[in-house]
């Protein structure tokens, strides 16, 4: 190859290179963008929705129902659905009670050995 071929193909590779290269970085400077824009629209949901949680009612345990009834309704619960997945959300919603409710008294239900967790989680 002569040289002077040799000199144009090095030439129109530089050229390629940098053309290519600029191309990249011009897109790399569109998805900058667009994962700022993403950001900043998924920190407004965010906020939404903090908003949403914290002006949310509660439920309450129930009215009239004392922790002792309701452990009384957990435990025949469980009996009902012997040998189900149960999860603490399933029994909040089903007995309409929080969650948070839920998932502590079959804690202290379990500690006190009033339920097992075979009762509430199906066995392998």
Same mark, same amino acid.
């Given at each position: 190859m002569s040289a002077v071929a040799s000199?144009?193909?090095?030439?129109?590779t530089a050229t390629a290179i940098f053309e290519f290269q600029a191309d990249f970085i011009k897109q790399m400077a569109t998805l900058v963008e667009k994962i700022d824009h993403l950001s900043?629209?998924?920190?407004?949901?965010? &906020?939404? !929705?903090?908003? /949403?949680?914290?002006?949310?009612?509660?439920?309450?345990i129930r009215d009239g129902a004392s922790e002792e009834e309701i452990k009384v309704e957990i435990k025949k619960y469980f009996i009902e659905?012997?040998?189900?997945?149960?999860?603490? &959300?399933? !029994?909040?919603? /089903?007995?309409n009670i929080q969650y948070e409710v839920a998932t502590r008294l079959i804690?202290?239900?379990?500690?006190?050995?009033?339920?097992?967790?075979?009762?509430?989680?199906k066995a392998q």
């Amino acid at each position: 190859m002569s040289a002077v071929a040799s000199e144009a193909i090095s030439e129109y590779t530089a050229t390629a290179i940098f053309e290519f290269q600029a191309d990249f970085i011009k897109q790399m400077a569109t998805l900058v963008e667009k994962i700022d824009h993403l950001s900043e629209r998924f920190s407004i949901v965010e &906020s939404i !929705i903090g908003a /949403a949680m914290e002006s949310a009612p509660s439920t309450p345990i129930r009215d009239g129902a004392s922790e002792e009834e309701i452990k009384v309704e957990i435990k025949k619960y469980f009996i009902e659905r012997d040998g189900e997945i149960l999860y603490p &959300s399933d !029994i909040a919603h /089903a007995l309409n009670i929080q969650y948070e409710v839920a998932t502590r008294l079959i804690c202290e239900m379990e500690e006190n050995g009033q339920i097992r967790r075979a009762e509430y989680t199906k066995a392998q």
